[in-house]
C-alpha cells in the first residue's frame, strides 16, 4: 500500500529509519540528516506492508513546471519487489495532479559505483531519460547525472 503521510515527526521518523538502513547509498551522516530533516515539509509517500514501512519517497518543486523525486529509499530485502516503481508512479500522479510537466530525480552518474548503477538502470527502466550531468555538484568522486520525464 502507497500512501502520503501528513505529519512531520512520522516523515522524519520514517526516513530515519529506511535511510539508516541504506548506508551504500547513504554514507554520509550529515547527508542522511539533510534528507531527513527535508522530509518534514516535503510532500512524502510511504509504501507500506503490514502496516510497516518498507520504502518512501519525498518530492521537492525545482522549478515552476519541475518537481524533483529528492529522496527515494526502499529497505535493502524489498529491493527488486516493486516498492519503489509503485512509489515513483504515486509521484507522478501526484506531481500531475500538482500542475508539474515534468519530474527529474538525480544520482551518482552511471559508471562509477555498483549500486548507484542499479539505482541508474532503475530510473531509466521507468521512463526517466538523460538530461545533464554535473560533474563538481557533489564532488569531482560523485559526478550528479540528472533524469529528467516528461509528464505530459
Same mark, same amino acid.
Given at each position: &500500500?502507497?500512501? #502520503? @503521510? +501528513?505529519?512531520? +515527526?512520522?516523515?522524519?521518523? #520514517? /526516513? %530515519?529509519? #529506511?535511510? $539508516? /538502513?541504506? !548506508?551504500?547509498?547513504?554514507?554520509?551522516? +550529515? /547527508? %542522511? $540528516?539533510?534528507? #531527513?530533516? $527535508?522530509? /518534514? +515539509?516535503? !510532500? &512524502?509517500? @510511504?509504501?507500506? $506492508?503490514n502496516g510497516k514501512p518498507n520504502g518512501f519517497l519525498y518530492l521537492k518543486k525545482t522549478g515552476r513546471d519541475t518537481a524533483e523525486i529528492a529522496v527515494l529509499g526502499v529497505l535493502p530485502e524489498c529491493h527488486r519487489k516493486?516498492?519503489?516503481r509503485k512509489l515513483v508512479e504515486a509521484a507522478k500522479q501526484i506531481a500531475v495532479e500538482k500542475g508539474y510537466s515534468f519530474l527529474q530525480v538525480k544520482t551518482v552518474q552511471m559508471g562509477r559505483y555498483e549500486e548507484y548503477d542499479r539505482t541508474n538502470r532503475f530510473y531509466l527502466a521507468l521512463g526517466f531519460k538523460e538530461f545533464e550531468v554535473f560533474p563538481t555538484l557533489w564532488d569531482e568522486r560523485n559526478p550528479c547525472q540528472i533524469y529528467v520525464m516528461s509528464l505530459r
Amino acid at each position: &500500500m502507497i500512501r #502520503i @503521510v +501528513d505529519h512531520a +515527526d512520522e516523515k522524519r521518523r #520514517i /526516513a %530515519r529509519c #529506511i535511510l $539508516e /538502513a541504506l !548506508t551504500d547509498w547513504f554514507a554520509i551522516p +550529515d /547527508a %542522511r $540528516e539533510y534528507y #531527513i530533516s $527535508e522530509s /518534514a +515539509d516535503k !510532500t &512524502m509517500l @510511504v509504501s507500506e $506492508e503490514n502496516g510497516k514501512p518498507n520504502g518512501f519517497l519525498y518530492l521537492k518543486k525545482t522549478g515552476r513546471d519541475t518537481a524533483e523525486i529528492a529522496v527515494l529509499g526502499v529497505l535493502p530485502e524489498c529491493h527488486r519487489k516493486g516498492y519503489g516503481r509503485k512509489l515513483v508512479e504515486a509521484a507522478k500522479q501526484i506531481a500531475v495532479e500538482k500542475g508539474y510537466s515534468f519530474l527529474q530525480v538525480k544520482t551518482v552518474q552511471m559508471g562509477r559505483y555498483e549500486e548507484y548503477d542499479r539505482t541508474n538502470r532503475f530510473y531509466l527502466a521507468l521512463g526517466f531519460k538523460e538530461f545533464e550531468v554535473f560533474p563538481t555538484l557533489w564532488d569531482e568522486r560523485n559526478p550528479c547525472q540528472i533524469y529528467v520525464m516528461s509528464l505530459r
